[in-house]
Every structure is written in structure tokens, then in C-alpha cells.
């Protein structure tokens, strides 16, 4: 009988013959070949050969996998043993580049996985040395945040049970914190949450106290946002003795963006910033153009907050008032039209300033009443916030909610619905847990307890189930799905609430007066959190938990890693490789002749759209970013938003050829829509695009670790924005900020 195997590092360990069947199953399932009663008859055939070839001496894991081969080559399982053979050498490449990386892989994670582990969340000594390995960075997270259940006397075997569930929920990757979470959960750092606004008032002292606020929390690793519409406008008087005059918004938020420009935030990344002025203040025209230099306030999104009164007086073509903020009076007229010209023609130069809609927000704040309007959001839009507010974010991946029914792949409602309750106590006890960097904001969070929990993976789950993303059906599912995760999330948190009790500002929100969204028949509902789901910019970890960003489409179905080598490695959507595998319209050719010759035509641009031999059925599934019109961008965003409490961060993706009166129709659209806000990117826009990397001025990557992932430009589609500043590889525009898919770096770290 097999008792023992040899480990690579010579360790003998106890042969478990249930690893060995969910091997060999894991291997049928993915090729669909066969199920878990077939992987047992075969891991039977295999261990008599072991007990046959060996006797009773141990044998060596790299032995036994050469017999599962053969047993599946003998067994007639053609595409399995190729899928396990293929297998086996990623993960022979994966220990090899564990050495160059210093990561020892514990979860059977991918080398891009690894990479972007390493690079971005790993804890490190002071010398920059790996410490921890992948599932002791997941069991530091869960450990962390179950503690917080001892604040409410909950049992010990209870919290033991729910750090073990936080785990699991984690380490298959079914759901992640966002980065703060990652990397700080059970460290000396303690700051747990993504975003923050900050107030900016109209006094010397109030607009440098609110930019030492800004050093404090970038010093932790939060985004910050404000709005400077309090601000008095350029040329208004100081004070009558003194007989100065204001240099207005814009000149301040450039002492914020030189504030910015020195912090790292958390040692990780630059500080990332939003930039709101409302559209009826008087240096509005300037605050438009600010981004229009190159470096010129460059550590800033920056969105125009527009009002329906405004968007209305578009439509009719009225005059539009500009008022200045200190004394209510209007100081000059302008054609609200020509207002939207310039805004909708500097986005289309330059991709800012993006739009928020204010009232749309505000529709939706169960606190208007008693704390007033939100006038301001985090870096990338999706998390309105009343000043000193913060939100930890998190994200489920929905392509891992998929389940097989047959020969038909469906959406897996009930693990989706396990998922959703788990992430959100799991961000609720981020709250508890969570250390901040000023006394209002530890205040104003605990009297909240907003969380920010969104999805990604998206169109990988689109592809998986065969719906175009750009299709009346692909619509109408995200909006079930919408409104599912929003219906299970809030009878979660008013479970929590029961368990632990309402937020402290319940009394005073319209749950209270049974008028918030979330409230049943009009009744008023106890509830543990102010607001819950948010779709946010899923930057690293997206790439961590190998899916597609948030909502977004794919933005390339192959494109070009150059990891040692200087020629590049091919990379492939698994979903597509899948399909080009398995496709009978690409058989006929045993020397795969077809299939590498659409591989080679597809990562010349990204897309299917032009590659000759590919179904139009095929075509249809596997859209990316510029096959989809902007049109269909902002439906699948006003889907979403319907059912999301705070808002959606997504990117509007528009050809090089698109005109301005194109940009034009996409903002109405999104108003009309109930969008809370867009963001547009027409591709080739920036014209410093022209410094992307090349041949002559490419990072060296041997003074890199030889590990670093760098994406050569797409040649003909370029979504790419600058040059990443961590390891010279090319930004694209995703989830409405900059994202490397090199080392995961991005501006908007979700």
C-alpha cells in the first residue's frame, strides 16, 4: 500500500488519495473530458501501477505525475493529459520564478499572481525581503478582522468558525479586500480604508489645515477627495483692510498636488487626488482647463459637479449664472451650452475633467436632511462621502459564481449569496478594527459605518456564460445581479444589526423615517451600515485575483509580457484560450496551425474584431473595450447604478476617431440615465502619449528583478495613458484611472 511521497525539497509526506482524485478531476473538469467518478476509477489505476513499479518505497511527486499521464493518455483522455502536461510546466515555471522572487507559493497561484503579490502586498523586512507567503498574508487579513467580533461578546468558537470562513473567502479568491485592507490588516500601520474627503473652507487657515489632513491620511495609503466650490473666485477681495485680492481654487489645489507630489502613501504609491468644482462657480472656465499643460496639477482627477438645473438649462439652451460662494451674488452669465462645449471638449482632448452628478448622489443620501448634501467623492468617483467620511472597499468576483448545469454554465445564485453575507460583515468589521489618521474621521466613520462593497470580474463572467457585453440580455443581467447583491447585502446588515446593533446616525437618517431605498414597503428598517455597495476600481486586485477590472469589458484578449526574456511572452484570456481550445471551427488542424495563426492576429490589436476564420457568434462574446460603444459603456454603468448605493467607477472608452459632438451625447446620456457620474477616454488623447516606452528608452529590466512583467504596446489600439513610474511599463485607462498590468501599480488603488 502507498503510504508515502517524496516532496521536491526531499520532506516525506503522507500520500493522501483524495489529493489525488480532486487532481486528476480538477484536470477532467477543465477540459470537460470527465467528472469525480471517472477521477476515481483512474487515481485507482494509478496507484496500483505506483504499488507495482515501486512496492513499498516512497515514490517521487514528479514519478507520480509522469504515471497520471500515461494512465490519462491510456484511459483515451486526450485533452486532460494535455491540459496536466501543460499544467505541469507552468508550475514548474511558477517554483522557478518563487526563487527569483523570494515568494513562496502556499495557494496555486499563477507567476502573474505571484508577481503582483510580491510587488504589492506581501509584508516585507527593512530590507525589502518577502516575510510572508500568500495564504499567511490571507490568514493575517481574516485573522484581523474576525477579532473584531470579540467587541460584541460574540463566542470564541464562533469567531474561530468566521476567521476560517474570511479565509477561505479570500484564498479562493471569491472575494477581496481592497489594498489598505491587504496590506495593513494586523500591522502597526492599522489603516484600513481606501478613500476620504476632506472639507476645504474659505479661510488662509481653514485651506492649509485641510492640506496638512491631506499629508495625513496619504500617509497612510488613503485616496483623498474635495470639493472647492467654498472657495472664493479669482480677483474676489480678502479682507477690505488688507486690500488683497483671491487667487481662487485652482491656484490652491496646486499647493495640494505639491503636497501630494511628497507623499507615498503607505510607502506603496503616490497619492491620488479628485478635484470637484461645481459648475456654477465663477472660475469654472479655469478650473476646466487646469489639466490642460502637461504637469500641470498632475496628482488630480478632476470633475465638474454638475446640477440637473444646469443639465436642463443645456437642453433649452438657457443662460447659466455664475455665483461666487461668499456672497451669493452672481457675478456674470454664460450660454449654458458653451459651458458644456468646453467641458465636453476638454475631455475629449484630454480625458479630464470628468462629470459628477450632484443631485443624482444626493438622491440617494439617507443623511441629506440632517447633514446636508455630498459635494465631493474619493479619487475615482464611485464613493460620494460627506466631509471626513472614508470607506473600505472590497469585491466580490463574480467569474467565480459560475456553476455547470448540464452543458450549460449559469450563474451560481446561492454561492454568490454565501459570498455577499461574508464580505459584508468582513467590511463592516474592517470599521471596528481600523485605526485612523484624524480624530474627525474615526468619529465620522464609526457614526456611519459606510462600506463600499463592489464586484469585478465581470465580463470574464460574461464570456463564461456566452452573453455579449453589449447586448440587451448582457444589460439585463447586470441589473439583476445589481439588485440581487443589493437585496442580500441589506438583509445582511440588518442581521448585523440585530446582532450588534444600528449605526449611531440611524435615528437621524431617512432609515429611521422608512424613505431611504433600501427601507421595505416604506417601513423604517434597523440596518447596520449608512450604505453598502459600491462598484469601485479594482486596480491590483483584480490582477491578483486573475479577472477582468470591476465592470469594465476586457481591455485585450492577448497581448505581450516580456517577463525574462526581451521578445515577450504570449498572453491569452484563459476564457478565450478555453474557447480556442475546445472550438470545432478551429479543428482540422493537428499542427494547431489555425489556432496559433488567430492567436498572432489577435495580439496584434487586442481584438477579435478584424481576425479573419472566427465565428460571428464567437466575435459577439468575446468583445473588449474599443469593439463596445460608448452608447453601450454608459447603459451597462446606468445598470449597475440602479441598484449600487453610492456610485460606479468605470471608463467610457471612445475611438481616436470620435468627435466631440460624440463626447457630447455620452454626458447626456449618462444624466439621463441616472448615472452619478462619468468619465470619459478617447483613445490616443494625451499628447504626451507620444513618450511611451520603446526600444531606445525602455526601462532596463535587468536592473529590475528579473521577474518584472512589462506589456509591450498594443500597436494599433493603445488604451495607454504614460509610463508607469514603478516599473516603466505602459498605463492603460480602466475603471476611470491609470492601471499597470505590469506590477499591478494604479492610480486608484482598489
Known amino acids: 500500500m502507498l503510504k508515502s511521497i517524496k516532496k521536491r525539497d526531499g520532506r516525506k509526506v503522507k500520500f493522501e488519495v483524495d489529493k489525488l482524485v480532486r487532481a486528476i478531476e480538477k484536470a477532467g473538469q477543465s477540459t470537460g473530458e470527465f467528472k469525480k467518478k471517472e477521477a476515481k476509477r483512474l487515481a485507482e489505476i494509478v496507484i496500483k501501477l505506483v504499488e507495482k513499479t515501486k512496492g513499498k518505497q516512497p515514490i517521487q511527486v514528479e514519478e507520480l505525475q509522469d504515471i497520471v499521464e500515461q494512465v490519462l493518455m491510456a484511459a483515451g483522455h486526450f485533452e486532460t493529459a494535455k491540459a496536466y502536461i501543460l499544467y505541469r510546466e507552468k508550475r514548474s515555471e511558477v517554483r522557478r520564478m518563487e526563487r527569483l522572487l523570494g515568494v513562496k507559493d502556499d495557494l496555486g497561484l499563477s507567476l502573474n499572481q505571484l508577481r503582483i503579490m510580491e510587488n504589492r502586498y506581501l509584508l516585507k523586512n527593512a530590507e525589502g525581503k518577502v516575510i510572508e507567503t500568500p495564504k499567511q498574508l490571507f490568514e493575517r487579513v481574516a485573522k484581523t478582522l474576525a477579532k473584531a467580533e470579540y467587541k460584541y461578546?460574540?463566542?470564541?468558537?464562533?469567531?474561530?468558525?468566521?476567521?476560517?470562513?474570511?479565509?477561505?473567502?479570500?484564498?479562493?479568491?471569491?472575494?477581496i479586500p481592497a489594498g489598505r485592507t491587504l496590506n495593513n490588516a494586523g500591522t502597526p500601520q492599522g489603516q484600513l480604508a481606501n478613500c476620504f474627503v476632506l472639507p476645504v473652507e474659505d479661510s488662509m487657515e481653514a485651506i492649509f489645515e485641510a492640506v496638512k489632513w491631506t499629508a495625513l491620511?496619504?500617509?497612510?495609503?488613503?485616496?483623498?477627495?474635495?470639493?472647492?466650490?467654498?472657495?472664493?473666485?479669482?480677483?474676489?477681495?480678502?479682507?477690505?483692510?488688507?486690500?488683497?485680492?483671491?487667487?481662487?481654487?485652482?491656484?490652491?489645489?496646486?499647493?495640494?498636488?505639491?503636497a501630494t507630489g511628497q507623499v507615498m502613501q503607505g510607502g506603496k504609491k503616490r497619492g491620488a487626488n479628485m478635484g470637484i468644482l461645481n459648475v456654477d462657480h465663477p472660475d469654472i472656465l479655469?478650473?476646466?482647463?487646469?489639466?490642460?499643460?502637461?504637469?500641470?496639477?498632475?496628482n488630480f482627477n478632476i470633475s465638474v459637479g454638475i446640477t440637473d438645473k444646469f443639465m436642463k438649462a443645456v437642453e433649452k439652451d438657457k443662460e447659466w449664472e455664475l455665483i461666487n460662494p461668499r456672497t451669493g451674488e452672481v457675478v456674470s452669465t454664460i450660454k449654458a451650452r458653451s459651458l458644456m462645449n468646453q467641458i465636453v471638449a476638454m475631455a475629449w482632448r484630454t480625458g479630464d475633467p470628468g462629470v459628477i452628478f450632484l443631485d443624482e448622489i444626493n438622491r440617494n443620501n439617507p443623511l441629506l436632511e440632517s447633514y446636508g448634501p455630498i459635494e465631493a467623492t474619493n479619487p475615482c468617483g464611485e464613493q460620494?462621502?460627506?466631509?471626513?467620511?472614508?470607506?473600505?472597499?472590497?469585491?466580490?468576483?463574480?467569474a467565480k459564481h459560475v456553476k455547470l448545469v448540464g452543458e450549460k454554465t449559469e450563474v451560481d445564485w446561492e454561492e454568490l449569496r454565501k459570498t455577499i453575507k461574508l464580505a459584508v460583515r468582513m467590511l463592516d468589521n474592517v470599521i471596528d478594527v481600523s485605526k485612523y489618521p484624524l480624530r474627525q474621521i474615526t468619529q465620522t466613520v464609526r457614526a456611519n459605518r459606510r462600506i463600499g462593497l463592489g464586484v469585478m470580474g465581470w465580463a470574464d463572467m460574461l464570456y463564461q456564460l456566452k452573453i455579449q457585453y453589449d447586448s440587451k440580455v448582457g444589460v439585463k443581467l447586470a441589473e439583476k445581479l445589481s439588485k440581487f447583491i443589493f437585496e442580500v447585502s441589506w438583509q445582511t446588515s440588518e442581521e448585523l444589526a440585530k446582532e450588534k446593533g444600528v449605526f449611531p446616525r440611524w435615528a437621524e437618517s431617512d432609515f429611521a423615517k422608512g424613505t431611504a431605498k433600501a427601507c421595505n414597503g416604506g417601513k423604517p428598517r434597523k440596518v447596520r451600515n449608512v450604505a453598502i455597495t459600491t462598484i469601485a476600481p479594482t486596480g491590483s486586485i483584480s490582477m491578483l485575483a486573475d479577472a477582468s477590472s470591476g465592470i469594465e469589458p476586457v481591455f485585450a484578449l492577448s497581448y505581450v509580457k516580456n517577463?525574462?526574456?526581451?521578445?515577450?511572452?504570449?498572453?491569452?484570456n484563459k476564457y478565450f484560450q478555453q474557447e480556442l481550445e475546445q472550438a470545432s471551427w478551429a479543428d482540422g488542424d493537428p499542427e494547431h496551425k489555425v489556432r496559433d495563426r488567430i492567436i498572432k492576429d489577435v495580439t496584434k490589436t487586442g481584438s477579435l474584431a478584424d481576425v479573419s476564420g472566427v465565428p460571428d457568434e464567437v466575435k459577439k462574446v468575446f468583445r473588449t473595450a474599443h469593439d463596445i460603444s460608448p452608447e453601450w459603456h454608459i447603459r451597462m454603468q446606468a445598470a449597475w447604478q440602479k441598484w449600487i448605493d453610492n456610485a460606479v467607477s468605470k471608463t467610457v472608452n471612445f475611438a481616436h476617431e470620435a468627435t466631440i459632438d460624440d463626447v457630447w451625447k455620452a454626458y447626456m446620456l449618462a444624466w439621463k440615465l441616472g448615472c452619478k457620474g462619468t468619465t470619459i477616454y478617447r483613445d490616443g488623447s494625451k499628447d504626451f502619449q507620444i513618450l511611451s516606452v520603446g526600444k531606445d528608452k525602455q526601462v532596463d529590466n535587468k536592473k529590475l528583478i528579473q521577474s518584472k512583467i512589462k506589456i509591450q504596446p498594443l500597436k494599433q489600439r493603445s488604451n495607454k495613458l504614460k509610463v508607469c513610474p514603478e516599473c516603466g511599463g505602459e498605463l492603460v485607462i480602466e475603471e476611470g484611472c491609470s492601471k499597470c498590468y505590469s506590477c499591478g501599480f494604479s492610480v486608484c488603488n482598489g
Open 563 to 572: 517577463v525574462v526574456a526581451d521578445e515577450g511572452l504570449h498572453y491569452v
Open 153 to 175: 461578546k460574540t463566542d470564541r468558537r464562533k469567531v474561530k468558525r468566521l476567521e476560517k470562513e474570511f479565509f477561505e473567502v479570500m484564498a479562493t479568491m471569491k472575494f
Open 384 to 398: 460620494p462621502l460627506h466631509p471626513f467620511d472614508a470607506c473600505n472597499l472590497g469585491s466580490i468576483n463574480l
Open 286 to 298: 479655469e478650473f476646466i482647463n487646469c489639466k490642460s499643460k502637461s504637469g500641470e496639477i498632475e
Open 217 to 258: 491620511v496619504q500617509q497612510t495609503g488613503g485616496g483623498t477627495g474635495f470639493n472647492f466650490s467654498h472657495l472664493r473666485p479669482k480677483g474676489d477681495v480678502v479682507t477690505k483692510s488688507s486690500g488683497g485680492f483671491a487667487t481662487g481654487p485652482v491656484s490652491f489645489m496646486k499647493v495640494f498636488d505639491a
